[in-house]
């Protein structure tokens, strides 16, 4: 397998007493899509923030094609191609649509003018936000901000992108919507990961799947694989739901 | 599908403000000096709420201690002007100098957080008051005059200084215009919004910061220098004082935090409130802590930022609007 694009080793986070990554090695590569799965509070979102930049690991060490990024924050991490999607939607809500997508085409120091504003023409045309383009972010919709946390993290044209539930609430048509997207970004050579709570919609794109438990992988590889095993099946039907 | 910045709106205020950017230079050749000289207060209250504006508006930098540089920029000017240098000359080089001492400050106040900023701010403010206090060359505790501008006629100072109010108002805001409206612009606006989401997507953060700190630096000394050219007399307790900060904070957060336009129209309202309440006291304080709780209340965007919001007009082209899209689809 050709060298990982991305890759973490040994990471390690505590809040107070508690363990959130306890001890995750993760390898991203080019063009391949991974999905995690987890119950809630498994330490899924801090690894994303970790990788991206925005948290600091206690422990472990953080690779960006083989370079040591550990010490590096989360706009350095970008501009080196780590973008992100927030689950919580953090949009700049005193601009327009347009002009949030703006900002990441022109913060990666690669792009301005004219070649910034078509960047940002086409990002919002693949994110169907085409039509929105002049509207204040702050009265988007839930689903239209997390079109835009997409939009943003494409903008700043990634090699590697972390997605953190992206899908949650959208109807069927919206759902293969973006199972095209993700697709053809991941058949463009980014290494996705992707976070997600519904899994028949993740197992549509990823050709690797983690599942992460109280801070721990406790299995990965091929989904079906994944998905079949007695340890994922506990840790879900353990979560209370 | 294009992008467009001016809009026919953006583009008749702008006209229009350029307009009465000439008008105003007229003023001194139309009205008495004390006319004119409350009219060069009104171009510093201008100057130090749109320099406010560019810190906590953009840059998130809530600041209790930018008369520290009032201050610097206006003990500069007596400061050079006692050494022969012309006192007009003396009073740019005041606003360079004092402005320039923000580079060194930024290095550490800038690591300070939020109300550690703010407080750390008050207190550099604090200090530099404190060494002027101990100068005798700069009259001490006292009080010093910039008495090198008797030469001029009071006519023509009075003249003189206003023009210099006017000059460093349209620098100043203009450079604050052209930085929201450069490549720039976008990434400060995003600050404003949220920090953290903007670091995320690659935004130097602390760079942009430590823009607008020295910018607001340099308006803040102009503004200082206007101050000791205006009033002819400076004292360490009131030109380093804290209420230079509270005026600011007023002028902002009623006008509209993180407008372009709010700040201008605050400090037009707190001139106003000023001129009624001419004798001061505390009723005057009181009126204005009214005003700023009531707006605190009712319009937290303040004026212009309701205005914005309530009417989508932006009359400075520091937007971007895409034009030649399909029409809008429905809320979803």
Redesign the interface.
Known sequence: MEAAVLAAAGVRKRFGALAVLDGVDLALHAGVAVGIVGPNGAGKTTLLNVLAGSLAPDAGTLEFRGRDVTAKGAAERCRLGIARTHQVPRPFTGMTVFENVLVAATAQGRRRGGEAYDLCLRVLDETALTPLANRRAESLGLLQRKRLELARALAAEPSVLLLDEIGGGLTDAESEALVITISSLRDRGIAVLWIEHIVHVLLQVVGRLVCMDAGRIIAEGLPESVVSQAAVIDAYLGSGR | ???ERWTRTSRVFTGGLAVSVVILAAVPLIFDPDVVQKLTTLLILVLLAAMWNALAGYGGLLSVGQQAFIGMGAYATVFFANLGVPPYAAMLVATVVAGAISVPISLFALRLRAAQFAIGMWVIAEVASIVVRLDQNLGAGTGISLIQLNQYEPNFRQAYTFWLALGFAVIFLAALFLLLRS?LG??L??I???E??????????ASRKRLLFVLAAFGCSAAGVLVVANTLFIEPGSVFSVQWSAYMIFMVLVGGL?TFEGPILGAILLFAIQATFTQGGPWYLVGLGATAAVFALALPRGLWGTVE?RL?LRLMPV????VG?????T??
């Open positions: 599908m294009k992008v490549p976008v990434s606006q995003a404003r919004d949220d953290d989401a903007a670091r995320s997507i690659g935004v130097r953060v993180g919001e989508g937007g971007y609007r895409v899209a399909k029409r809008e689809e809320d979803g």
